[in-house]
């Protein structure tokens, strides 16, 4: 269980440095492209804020196994079909990557928040989760000061489907051996595969 938790907190530490470099980078083609400053503030305060998430989730499993090792720099994925202007590519990744992705992770990390124990933990999911808020509703934001036109709006619900897969392993419903004590390890801020399923 102690090795799980190690590795499952390490894996979100590495998910939280992806979207850190991914704020940042997307901060950088808001501004490129002329959306509204505040907004883009929002963006790079959510890179700084992903970061902490980095250190929060590092010293987690470094609680329970030994500390995990970050790529200096992970690979952040262009989302949108590179082909696209960017003004649409920037579209894609908002909606893609704030409404519907930390939209998604917000529901995550609620499922399993009241389970959690450990204080140090409580209070680390807690922070995570209010900054995920936050991320979502930059999307939401973006959206609403920058709407889509017709045209956009019509591959956006093209797009939508996959959009929403991307944000749910399915191996997750794939038969699986569970290891370790996961009623325990949910008291420890990771949900339980059942929990990850519903």
Known sequence: SRAQLAARWAYRAS???AAALRFRRLADRME????DPELIAIARLAAEQEREHVRLCAEIAARFGPAPVLDAEPEVTE????SWAL???VL???V?????????NTVVVTAGADA???PAIRRAVRTILADEVQHSRLGWRCLAAHPPDEEQRAWLGAYLPSMLAGTVRSDVFDAQRVIGDEAAMQRYGTLSLAGRRE
């Open 32 to 35: 490129a492209i002329g959306l």
């Open 87 to 89: 003004p649409d590519r």
């Open 92 to 94: 894609y990744e908002i």
């Open 15 to 17: 998910l939280e440095h």
């Open 96 to 104: 893609a990557f704030c409404c519907v992705t930390e939209t998604s």
């Open 116 to 118: 959690i124990e450990d």
């Open 79 to 82: 989302v949108a079909p590179a």
